[in-house]
């Protein structure tokens, strides 16, 4: 019987890589932001239809890129949902537009009314590594792995990258909850720098699969896409620091 799961947090918490690892499993078959261009009112139905292995619902790219992955062996099949960590926003992060187009609020109650569906929800706990991965990418355009180009610098806005921060730390927050409901497996990207082979072993006995059957998966420390130290592309990184310090915000 196909079982579901799926990958949830905010965007640039290294979901990539974690999606790059499952795939090497032949019981695993995982997809990409699948519902991340679907129009807010059919965003849930498209999800219940993906993970039902209706591929039709999908762009001919993501059908292109789970095809090979998905066969008679799939026992797991999911995709991953992230959620913007937006700094617009007034009084909450909740009323956030983007997290309103995201359907963040609808997402949580249908994942928590399919107690079945396994979720894994993957972290970033530097806040300033995740600024500079942020305002990297979104400055260069450079996402899912693709390398800085070199030399490239940035200023962060203080301000906006508090409420970013704020957002993020509200949203994780939530789907955290969802381990009330569902089988729930919370990653760690620093970890999974630190070792991929310890997050991977934790991801297979989640899923219920035999790591040994990890097809030509090579542990190897995990690479970023930045080389350098967060202070060589953060043009304030000192002010930056110093302002989050000031906030209680662990740096």
């Known amino acids: 019987m196909l079982r579901n799961f799926l990958i949830v947090g905010t965007q640039r918490t290294g979901s990539t890589a974690l999606v790059r690892s499952l795939t090497f499993h032949p019981e695993i078959a995982c997809g990409d932001e699948w519902t991340q261009h679907v129009p807010v009112h059919r965003k849930l139905s498209v999800t219940s239809r993906a993970l039902a292995a209706d591929f039709a619902v999908l762009t001919e790219a993501q059908r292109r890129r789970i095809a090979p992955a998905f066969g008679p062996q799939t026992r797991w099949l999911g995709f991953k949902l992230l959620f913007r960590s937006t700094g617009k926003w007034f009084v909450s992060p909740r009323l956030a537009p983007a997290l309103w187009l ?20 993957i972290v970033r706990e530097d806040p300033i590594d995740w600024l500079k991965s942020k305002y990297l990418a979104d400055t260069s355009r450079a996402y899912a792995g693709k390398a800085y180009p070199e030399n490239l610098t940035i200023e962060i806005p203080i301000g906006e990258a508090l409420r970013r921060l ?18 729930y497996l919370c990653i760690s990207y620093e970890e ?11 991801l297979m006995a989640f899923l219920s699969c035999d790591p040994a059957q990890l097809r030509d998966f090579d542990y190897r420390k995990q690479r970023k896409q930045s080389h350098r130290a967060a ?3 953060i043009s304030n990184h000192d002010a930056l620091k110093a302002e989050l310090s000031r906030r209680g915000i662990q740096v």
């Open 231 to 233: 202070s060589e592309y």
């Open 166 to 183: 704020e957002a993020k730390r509200w949203i994780d927050d939530r789907l955290a909850v969802l381990a009330a409901t569902n089988p």
């Open 102 to 121: 995201d359907r963040f609020d609808g997402y949580r109650k249908w994942i928590a009314n399919h107690p079945l569906l396994r979720v894994i929800h």
């Open 192 to 202: 999974f720098l630190v070792s991929d082979r310890s997050v991977v072993e934790r």
